[in-house]
């Protein structure tokens, strides 16, 4: 049974700190994913994985970073965050191109 | 590029009847996916169901159905007998050839007792 998780379901943060959502997935799966999700934006990739070391940005990197040391672990960084990052973020895995395992989220809060 | 459509922001339906929920997909790949994920209110995005576009049968899992129409690029999900545990924002899927999804707006379903 594969599970994704994430290292915080709420988080509530100041402007300017540096910030790590943390996501580890445990069934050796090559490819993994960091989304922001917004009311009526739906959600969008900020950053993608094919492989340890190796990163892809997404639709919306601006203002993030990723960091892939080990396959099962995936962590999003923002340097410094601001008030335009509180969102919803979701941490994704898969194997190929079929179904993406979902993580239970991490609501950020930025103040 | 791909695109998926959802045009319904919000459905309502009542306990133990069907609903559809449309979706239409724009794709000029010849080989695709499409898919059905839920999202309840406590965020995680649930897996339901899955149609390949060789596929020959319309997928089917459990209480969800896809009508899959390839000529008019739908993909509705049908969910029969209603429970109130439905309740839940659906996101109809793709994919594009790099493996990144693309999302659709969503729609929110919410059963009535």
């Known amino acids: 049974d594969v599970k994704v998780t994430q290292s915080s379901r709420y988080l509530v943060k100041r402007t300017g700190e540096k910030v790590f959502l943390e996501c580890v997935q445990d069934?050796?799966?090559?490819?993994m994913f960091w989304y922001r999700q917004d009311p009526g934006l739906g959600l969008r990739l900020i950053y993608f994985?094919?492989?340890?070391?190796?990163?892809e940005k997404g639709d919306i990197p601006e203002g993030y970073s990723v960091s892939r040391e080990k396959k099962e672990r995936f962590s999003l960084i923002l340097e410094s965050a601001s008030t335009n990052q509180t969102s919803m973020y979701l941490c994704?895995?898969?194997?190929?191109?079929?179904?993406?395992?979902f993580g239970p989220g991490t609501r950020l809060t930025v103040l | 590029a791909q695109k998926i459509t959802q045009t319904q922001p919000g459905m309502f339906v009542q306990e133990k009847e069907a609903v559809t929920l449309d979706c239409t997909y724009d794709?000029?790949?010849?080989?695709?996916?499409l898919f059905w994920y839920k999202q309840p209110s406590s965020g995680e995005m649930i897996f339901l169901i899955y149609?390949?576009?060789?596929?020959?049968q319309n997928a089917t899992e459990g209480r969800y159905s896809l009508n899959f129409q390839k000529a008019r690029k739908s993909a509705n999900l049908v969910i029969s007998a209603s429970q109130l545990g439905d309740s839940a924002m659906y996101f109809c899927?793709?994919?594009?050839?790099?493996?990144?999804?693309?999302f659709g707006q969503g729609t929110e379903l919410s059963v009535k007792p």
């Open positions: 994704a895995s898969s194997m190929s191109l079929d179904e993406q395992f």
């Open positions: 069934m050796d799966h090559e490819n």
């Open positions: 994985s094919y492989d340890v070391k190796m990163k």
């Open positions: 794709t000029s790949d010849p080989s695709y996916g």
């Open positions: 149609q390949g576009s060789y596929d020959q």
């Open positions: 899927i793709t994919y594009n050839q790099g493996g990144k999804l693309i």
